[in-house]
């Protein structure tokens, strides 16, 4: 089984530019997560889809901040513009149902893009 | 709002040492609890994950057990090896329509031979 792939894996900017990155799950999960891990923390969510629908985004920053799930497969999450405070690894993770009491939402994480804003 | 706590925040044990890893939450209404192992420059993988009607669940040398009256969280690693050493977070799932998560920042456990 194919594991969940991001891209890039690295990327440097200046502060005030824009940047996306890009997340393929694991074909037939229709639950798709982005978190932000700052450097020492534990990831925080940033917006979760099921399927091609947004189910939480209560932590997105949305005046920069913005991601789409087209067709309930690939997922794009854009940053305009870049603060100094967004330098992060920002975290992709699917899995096959949204959580429930059955524990179906065991995730499975990318191995993540390391964003440096200077 | 949720925190999620783990302590120690770093761990450091000679190789064939039996340790515990601890996770606290605030909200005992979780839907349920992962533990996920982190290596340097990687993404998550998941260990274990505990329904909230279970009390533990085992995978080989890994034994994860919840409580939540206490709202407490162990990883119990039997027989550490110097590969067990990673950054070791748990996460909860709420039982909200969205199920929100919420993670600790980990304990970083060093084994040494």
């Known amino acids: 089984e194919a594991g969940v792939a991001q891209s890039p894996r690295y990327k440097i900017i200046e502060k005030r530019q824009s940047v996306a990155f890009w997340c393929n799950p694991i074909?037939?999960?229709?639950?798709l997560y982005w978190y932000q891990q700052i450097l020492g923390q534990g990831p925080k969510l940033l917006i979760q889809f099921q399927n091609n629908g947004v189910v939480d985004d209560s932590q997105l920053p949305k005046d920069r901040f913005s991601a789409e799930r087209l067709k309930g497969v690939d997922s794009t999450l854009k940053i305009q513009p870049a603060k100094l405070e967004d330098s992060a690894v920002y975290l992709c993770?699917?899995?096959?149902?949204?959580?429930?009491?059955?524990?179906?939402?065991?995730?499975?994480f990318g191995a993540g893009s390391r964003l440096t804003v200077l | 709002k949720q925190e999620v706590t783990q302590i120690p925040a770093a761990l450091s044990v000679p190789e064939g040492e039996n340790l515990v890893l601890n996770c606290s939450f605030t909200d005992s209404a979780i839907y349920n609890l992962q533990w996920f192992r982190q290596d340097p420059g990687k993404g998550l993988t998941s260990l274990l994950l505990?329904?909230?009607?279970?009390r533990e669940q085992t995978s080989g040398r890994l034994n994860a057990s919840l409580d939540k009256s206490s709202g407490r969280s162990t990883l119990y690693i039997a027989a550490s090896q110097p590969g067990d050493s990673a950054t070791y977070l748990c996460?909860?799932?709420?039982?909200?329509?969205?199920?929100?998560?919420?993670f600790g920042d980990g304990t970083t456990l060093t084994v040494k031979p």
């Open positions: 074909s037939g999960h229709a639950t």
């Open positions: 996460g909860e799932w709420r039982n909200t329509n969205a199920g929100k998560s919420t």
């Open positions: 993770a699917s899995s096959p149902r949204p959580p429930d009491r059955a524990g179906a939402n065991v995730l499975t």
């Open positions: 505990i329904q909230s009607s279970q």
